[in-house]
Nanobody, 119 residues
Framework: VQLQASGGGLVESGGSLRLSCAASGSISSINVMGWYRQAPGKERELVAN??????AKYADSVKDRFTISRDKSENVDLQMNNLKPEDTAVYYC???????????????WGQGTLVTVSS
């Protein structure tokens, strides 16, 4: 599975951005798709993910502001509203794919896309 991310950029605090990620390859084997982010000097963290059954999980820091969505073509979007300076980070698209058993799944990453929120 290969991932191509797009979106990101510079926005003022309170603004909105939309990130998109397109999957290709063995897309029928994808189990979970999601977005992670890594701020300077910090570890990469989960922002949100969405499973095949449509159930979504969000980091507490983005709940009620970000929305993850996924279509049948395995494109996953992240709508980010009410952005804050602390949301500034490089955002990465991720897909877990392969066998249903989690420990046998493989992971693919898209290239990072920078989101900068000015105060």
């Amino acid at each position: 599975v290969q991932l191509q991310a797009s979106g990101g950029g510079l926005v003022e605090s309170g603004g909105s951005l939309r990130l998109s990620c397109a999957a290709s390859g063995s897309i029928s084997s994808i189990n979970v798709m999601g977005w992670y982010r890594q701020a300077p000097g910090k570890e990469r963290e989960l922002v949100a993910n969405i499973s095949n059954d449509g159930s979504a999980k969000y980091a507490d820091s983005v709940k009620d502001r970000f929305t993850i969505s996924r279509d049948k073509s395995e494109n996953v979007d992240l709508q980010m509203n009410n952005l804050k300076p602390e949301d500034t980070a490089v955002y990465y698209c991720n897909a877990l794919w392969g066998p249903a058993t989690p420990r046998f799944r493989m992971s693919s990453w898209g290239q990072g896309t920078l989101v900068t929120v000015s105060s």
